[in-house]
């Protein structure tokens, strides 16, 4: 894409499946351009006086009419299309459900969940159910996509219901009972799956389950009936109805109750789930002595508090022990690891402790790449994770070892990740849980030495501090990145 002129709108790639308008940045802000109707509807909301409640909650994200005139005029003429204006909240980072964990996915469904029962209540629907319109703030889901607030036809149906199933209840169940998890479900199909391929994952044992009937068996039925030829109609077609302005009419108390079944299916499916991946009790299991593990956390601890960073990205993170630290010292994280479940259990803490922590699953060796439509849609992790502070804390074997990776190649995507600074722990090949990692391998590792490290981290990196752990063969290095 061409970079936009100083001071001028950049639209967002994402932002185009929406007719009622598009989301675009200037200057660090975010605005959204809408129609005629979309305004109306957020007009008589805030008239109503339940959005402005819900936004300080912190349930809906903060949006407002910008009140500069220069700058809506400007607006008008770089989006001829458009006379009104949003300017929303700026959620820094965002993430996708395909790097959440099975908790955060669900608390997603939940929040969503419950804005369509609380719009229910007073006449109003959401008209789409995308795990997309949610985002995390401090581990709590905000929904950010205002104008899919709509007066609905009837009250009595969701038309969004479907979606929900596709962005919810299908990857929960595959989770449960097939041990996927949302990356392995929404990669290939940031959409969703469709209820067939749910179907033949699960099995038709499970599939006539009758715990899945209203979600899994009536839809797989509905959709082989809908597969079928219909039969010629002699009788002429009716008119085409006309969504209506006016208060919607139906009996709401069946969807209700349906809205309240598919929370409380939500909750036990996430409930249900056991954390049990390979480095989710690391923590316990790592070869620190307790005095080497507290004297690390106090260096690390010192150095953020010394240079401040505004962000911070921790690599490898696990359950988020350094994360924490990171965010009490006053910095905003990324808190990435590749294990499943070790994030599932951060979020789990997250929930208890707030904090301005975003946790991601993902892989450094298989990043998340750019999704959708001309692969700019979802924007690829690396392009959202470049922070002022990395922290490659006991990272490096891994990549060495299980990613198969040079140590020239780890150093330079280190340095393209951080704008200042960078923490990295070496691990000698004669700590026990390197060898854990070698154990089955033919490659030898013995000749990784501290002095090869430093040596090819100087290319990109200068060396600010360096400090031996005591009771522990492993050293940190505090470096700064060379521009």
């Given at each position: 894409m061409t970079p936009p002129a100083l001071g001028a709108s950049c639209r967002v790639p994402g932002s185009f499946r929406d007719p009622a308008g598009y989301?675009?940045?200037?200057?660090?802000?975010?605005?959204?351009?809408?129609?005629?109707?979309?305004?109306?509807?957020?007009s008589e909301l805030q008239a109503e006086g339940r959005i402005a409640r819900w936004m300080q909650e912190g349930r809906l994200v903060r949006s407002w009419r910008p009140d500069d005139a220069n700058l809506l005029a400007a607006f008008r003429g770089e989006h001829p299309d458009y006379e009104h204006f949003l300017e929303h909240e700026r959620i820094a980072p965002v993430t996708y459900p395909y790097e959440w964990p099975v908790s955060?996915?669900?608390d997603a469904g939940l929040h969503t969940l419950q804005l369509q029962l609380d719009l229910l209540e007073y006449g109003w629907s959401l008209k789409d159910a995308t795990a997309y319109n949610v985002q995390f703030v401090r581990g709590r889901a905000v929904f950010i996509d205002i104008p899919s607030i709509e007066r609905p036809a009837r009250s009595d149906v969701w038309h969004a219901l479907g979606q929900f199933q596709q962005m919810f209840i299908y990857p929960l169940l595959l989770s449960l009972y097939c041990g996927w998890d949302p990356r392995s479900y929404f990669i290939a199909n940031?959409?969703?799956?469709?209820?067939?391929?749910?179907?033949?994952?699960?099995?038709?044992?499970?599939?006539?389950?009758?715990?899945?009937?209203?979600?899994?068996?009536?839809?797989?039925?509905?959709?082989?009936?809908?597969?079928?030829?219909?039969?010629?109609s002699t009788q002429a077609a009716a008119p085409?109805?006309?969504?209506?302005?006016?208060k919607t009419g139906g009996d709401p108390r069946a969807l209700r109750y349906n809205l309240e079944r598919l929370k409380r299916k939500l909750q036990k499916l996430a409930q249900a789930y056991r954390p049990a991946?390979?480095?989710?009790?690391?923590?316990?299991?790592?070869?620190?002595?307790?005095?080497?593990?507290?004297?690390?956390?106090?260096?690390?601890?010192?150095?953020?508090?010394?240079?401040?960073?505004?962000?911070?990205?921790?690599?490898?993170?696990?359950?988020?022990?350094?994360?924490f630290l990171a965010a009490a010292t006053g910095a905003r994280v990324i808190s990435v690891d590749?294990?499943?479940?070790?994030?599932?259990?951060?979020?789990?803490?997250?929930?208890?402790?707030?904090?301005?922590?975003?946790?991601?699953?993902?892989?450094?060796?298989?990043?998340?790449?750019?999704?959708?439509?001309?692969?700019?849609?979802?924007?690829?992790?690396?392009?959202?994770?470049?922070?002022?502070?990395?922290?490659?804390?006991?990272?490096?074997?891994?990549?060495?070892?299980?990613?198969?990776?040079?140590?020239?190649?780890?150093?330079?995507?280190?340095a393209d990740?951080?704008?200042?600074?960078?923490?990295?722990?070496?691990?000698?090949?004669?700590?026990?849980?390197?060898?854990?990692?070698?154990?089955?391998r033919t490659e030898k590792y013995e000749s990784l030495t501290l002095e090869q490290v430093r040596a090819?981290?100087?290319?990109?990196?200068?060396?600010?501090?360096?400090?031996?752990?005591?009771?522990s063969p492993r050293t940190l290095l505090f470096l700064r990145v060379l521009r």
């Open positions: 989301v675009f940045e200037r200057e660090d802000r975010i605005f959204r351009a809408i129609d005629d109707a979309a305004w109306g509807r957020f955060m996915l669900a940031p959409q969703g799956q469709s209820v067939e391929k749910v179907g033949r994952c699960l099995g038709w044992r499970r599939v006539f389950d009758p715990r899945l009937w209203l979600d899994v068996s009536l839809p797989l039925w509905f959709s082989g009936r809908a597969d079928r030829p219909a039969a010629p085409a109805q006309v969504p209506s302005t006016e991946g390979v480095w989710a009790d690391y923590t316990q299991a790592c070869s620190y002595e307790k005095s080497a593990e507290e004297f690390k956390k106090n260096l690390v601890r010192e150095f953020l508090e010394k240079h401040r960073p505004r962000t911070v990205l921790d690599l490898g993170s696990n359950t988020g022990d350094y994360s590749s294990d499943h479940d070790a994030v599932e259990l951060l979020y789990r803490r997250l929930r208890k402790t707030p904090a301005d922590i975003s946790p991601v699953v993902g892989d450094l060796t298989s990043p998340s790449p750019g999704l959708g439509f001309r692969n700019e849609e979802r924007t690829s992790f690396l392009a959202r994770a470049p922070s002022d502070c990395v922290l490659a804390l006991a990272l490096l074997h891994h990549l060495l070892v299980s990613g198969n990776l040079p140590l020239a190649m780890i150093r330079d995507q280190l990740l951080t704008r200042d600074l960078l923490v990295l722990e070496f691990v000698p090949p004669s700590d026990p849980m390197f060898a854990r990692l070698t154990r089955h090819s981290l100087s290319a990109r990196f200068e060396v600010l501090d360096e400090r031996p752990l005591p009771e």
